[in-house]
């Protein structure tokens, strides 16, 4: 186990809400879908409480309005709680406006219910990229501290490849805000995903343990793990869905947890809060990634 304390983060949000099933659950359905996101939240909470372990939850405020007791669970078991946005939708198919209702709307449920400053922001399916900028100027206007909202790889629905792949401070008009992106290793020239979600259960564990560890130590950096309470739900109901979405969502369900009882062995894990702020490498004009559009990788 390496010295390196890194970020544990949860997008909490339930089975049905994920980007791919956009075209196939249309959110007016949501309220009548079996909700599984308070035992799946509550299996993780146990979980990080037999680690003596703190998180950060990106709670979605669909899910926050419904189960405030769920939030309030979260912060009484010592985890922070940030914003994931309330209706999960991409932020690049969102106007600045309705954009900033989203998050306005997010924050105040998320702050109402717990009687803290919410400081964080993650973006449904990292959907911050060379399209969508502008929302960090959003973001800082609505009192936002940080965000995690970019992958610094290449993919077919997100990714800015040039962003930088440690912490660093986007200096815009509006002000500052810290950027926390997905964390990557860097081999021949490129950056390959090892944070979590589903490169942590379609790829093998090896993979998850050497990009941390190298992480760690031969940069001397914390790495940002993501997961999402429905990854450790094999019994969740299936959607009928395209078999690219069904690979990407079904795949390895069964093995998550012990997978992620393994990772709270073999690494240091704490809040953002707690890890992240730590380090930062420089001030970026974040404009100098608008030229730099992602594609599949």
């Given at each position: ?11 909490v ?9 956009d075209?196939?659950v ?8 079996e ?18 372990i ?5 709670v979605?405020?669909?899910v926050a309005e ?6 309030r669970?979260?912060v009484?078991q010592?985890h922070?709680i940030?914003?994931h946005?309330?209706a ?17 709307r ?9 009687g803290?400053?919410v400081h ?5 399916s ?7 900028l ?14 995690a ?12 490849p040039a962003?930088?792949?440690?912490a660093?401070?986007?200096?815009r008009a ?10 990557t290793?860097r ?15 379609l ?9 941390i ?37 079904y795949?390895n369900?069964?093995?998550t947890?012990a997978?992620?009882?393994?990772l709270?062995?073999?690494?240091r894990?704490?809040?953002?809060m ?5 380090h ?10 608008a ?7």
């Amino acid at each position: 186990m390496t010295s390196v304390l890194n970020a544990m983060t949860v997008d909490v949000e339930d089975y049905f809400h994920v980007s791919a099933f956009d075209g196939v659950v249309p959110r007016s359905r949501w309220p009548a879908m079996e909700s599984r996101v308070c035992a799946n939240t509550e299996r993780l909470l146990d979980l990080f409480a037999e680690h003596g372990i703190s998180a950060t939850f990106f709670v979605l405020g669909w899910v926050a309005e419904r189960h405030p007791a769920l939030v309030r669970l979260i912060v009484a078991q010592g985890h922070e709680i940030a914003s994931h946005g309330y209706a999960h939708r991409l932020v690049y198919d969102q106007t600045r406006e309705a954009f900033r209702a989203d998050v306005c709307r997010a924050k105040a449920l998320l702050e109402d219910t717990t009687g803290q400053r919410v400081h964080g922001y993650r973006a449904p399916s990292y959907s911050i990229t060379p399209r969508s900028l502008w929302a960090f100027d959003v973001l800082i206007e609505t009192g936002h501290r940080y965000d995690a909202s970019i992958f610094p790889i290449r993919h077919d629905r997100y990714g800015i490849p040039a962003s930088a792949r440690h912490a660093y401070t986007v200096t815009r008009a509006a002000g500052t805000l810290l950027e926390l992106p997905g964390s990557t290793c860097r081999i021949a020239g490129m950056n390959l995903p090892v944070g979590g979600g589903g490169y942590f259960r379609l790829l093998p564990y090896a993979w998850t343990r050497f990009g941390i560890e190298t992480v760690n130590r031969a940069e001397g950096r914390p790495a940002i793990f993501y997961i999402h309470p429905w990854e450790i739900d094999p019994d969740q109901p299936r959607v009928a869905c395209s078999p690219l979405s069904r690979f990407r969502h079904y795949r390895n369900l069964h093995q998550t947890e012990a997978r992620l009882r393994r990772l709270l062995k073999d690494f240091r894990f704490a809040s953002v809060m707690h890890t992240m702020l730590q380090h930062f490498d420089t001030t970026v004009p974040v404009d100098a990634f608008a030229g730099a559009l992602p594609y599949c990788w």
